[in-house]
């Protein structure tokens, strides 16, 4: 725009060669792109999470923060799954055409270069054409006045050329420098969107196996009390025989064995779905994965707190939201390039080379020739055709905004809930760790009178299936309160940095005094 209003004043003259550069690298500076910006929404983003836990805790390694599960064969999983998943290796397919779309948009950024050969041969009759017109028609007289020529009956020409061509659009208005700027965005949205992936392809095989390991777990349960539950029907059959109880009492522990057993089908069902579906997420047939999987499974259980004060910049490093804002950077880099379609295409073609009428004489030097051709294309009427074109343009900028703003949301929704959601399943794990605790000792209570001659083996039997019971609950608190970190894990797109109470005291000194800037997420442009 800069370089228009030099034009406007100097009228196109007295630039000379260094005035005209100065305006070429001017008008080059161009660009109809508006300006970035933030949605409303995002630039109001809260500062941080609230936490009820304190501001401690280790801090992770962003790339491999599934290691905090501190467990070997889930490391082992994972490992396996980066390398042999199918869905990470269609993503870095996706990826890989968008790098090389990435280059055939960058390309018309440089001149095009074209190397020809050829050989022509023409042969005419004399009395066409031009021939004509200088007397090739024996009827026609000669053009001029007291000459004759002797004209053959063809004109017949061989030429031999090698030459080198060139062209090259001059990019005044940032056309092409916004249409490649909007590939290299659509290419780190692409990544961005092949880190997702990834990103699930690493939760998909935590949360699957948590759901093996707790699968395993209520099967072994209930086959043990289905044993126990079978024995206690024994024992009340034989106190039903002997008159001791009644036949309600017998037909309820019938029931209950019956019901265990009827279970049982149902549990082998689930941990062999289970175990297909992260033999699947490993890359391999279901049913062949004991190499990774061996039959003692015992995760560790975290209960560690979350860091309180984690900062809402966190988000950031979610993949789906870097993917949003590269979307909306491409989106705005095309509105430019659409505005730019508006003006006038200014284009240099050019060739040189060398030009004969035998092969063997190319190789003289004075048989070379050239040609240089400028041309400037103005849209006059093209039936609205590029002005809908802006139109579009800025609607799709507008929706990629949109986009964005609620990526943000749902993800602050996201961390923030899960958040909550670890926190009560640490509740409910202390909670149902107390049941078993309670259950335990009931069953020592029990053996104890039952060995002293004071108590009654059902008596014992049934605390054994209560314990069972209590089991079962605290395996399911125990998945929940995986599945539960893992969620904060996949909120923030993997790890958290632990803050000590004094930095995050500091950045909210220095929010205080930057009021507005701090809210916003970093500015990546």
Do not use: K
């Amino acid at each position: 725009m800069s370089a228009a209003r030099v034009a406007s004043r100097t009228g196109g003259r007295g630039l000379g060669r260094a005035g005209g550069l100065l305006l070429l690298a001017a008008a080059g500076a161009c660009s109809f792109a508006p300006g970035p910006r933030l949605p409303g929404t995002v630039a109001e983003l809260p500062e941080a999470y609230e936490a009820e836990a304190p501001a401690a805790g280790a801090a992770l390694e962003p790339r491999d923060w599934w290691r905090a599960f501190d467990d070997a064969t889930l490391d082992r999983l994972i490992e396996t799954a980066l390398v042999a998943n199918l869905d990470l290796h269609e993503a870095v397919a996706r990826l890989e055409e968008l790098r090389h779309r990435y280059r055939i948009a960058r390309a018309p950024l440089f001149p095009a270069l074209t190397l020809d050969a050829n050989g022509n041969r023409s042969s005419t009759p004399a009395n066409t054409g031009l021939g004509s017109q200088f007397g090739g028609d024996d009827e026609a007289e000669s053009p001029i006045p007291g000459l004759s020529f002797n004209f053959p009956d063809r004109f017949e020409f061989t030429t031999y050329s090698a030459s080198l061509g060139f062209a090259y659009e001059l990019d005044f208005w940032g056309r092409l420098r916004n249409e490649s700027g909007a590939a290299v965005r659509d290419f780190l949205a692409s990544r961005a969107d092949a880190e997702t992936v990834r990103l699930t392809v690493i939760a998909s095989t935590i949360s699957t196996y948590l759901e093996v390991v707790a699968a395993r777990a209520q099967l072994g349960i209930a086959e043990d009390n289905v044993d126990l539950l079978r024995e206690r029907a024994e024992l009340t059959r034989e106190r039903y025989q002997a008159g001791v109880t009644n036949t309600f009492e017998l037909y309820a522990i019938r029931q209950q064995y019956r019901t265990a057993e009827s279970n049982l089908p149902g549990l082998r069902t689930a941990v062999d779905d289970a175990e297909g579906r992260l033999a699947l997420l490993v890359g391999r047939y279901a049913g062949r994965i004991e190499d990774l999987l061996p039959a003692a499974l015992e995760p560790a259980v975290d209960t560690t707190p979350i860091p309180g004060g984690l900062p809402a910049s966190l988000l950031e490093d979610r993949p789906d939201v870097m993917a949003a804002f590269e979307r909306v950077e491409a989106a705005r880099r095309r509105v430019g390039a659409r505005r730019a379609e508006l003006l006038p295409t200014i284009s240099i073609n050019g060739a040189v080379g060398r030009q004969a009428g035998a092969p063997e004489d190319l190789r003289f030097i004075d048989q070379w020739f050239s040609n240089l051709i400028g041309g400037l294309v103005a849209p006059i009427f093209q039936g609205g055709r590029l002005r809908a074109n802006v139109g579009a343009a800025w609607a799709q900028y507008d929706q990629a905004l949109i986009a964005y703003a609620r990526t943000v949301l749902d993800a602050f929704r996201d961390v923030r809930t899960s958040l909550r959601q670890f926190e009560n399943e640490r509740e409910r794990y202390a909670q149902v760790m107390e049941q078993v605790a309670d259950a335990r000792a009931s069953l020592e209570n029990q053996l104890e009178r039952y060995q002293s001659g004071v108590g009654d083996y059902v008596e014992y039997l049934d605390a054994r299936v209560n314990l069972n019971g209590a089991e079962n609950t605290r395996v399911l608190a125990e998945r929940g309160i995986g599945e539960a970190r893992l969620a904060v894990h996949r909120a923030l797109g993997g790890a958290w940095v632990a803050e000590d109470v004094e930095d995050i005291e500091a950045s909210e000194d220095e929010t205080s005094e930057n009021p507005g800037g701090a809210a916003a997420l970093p500015d990546r442009r």
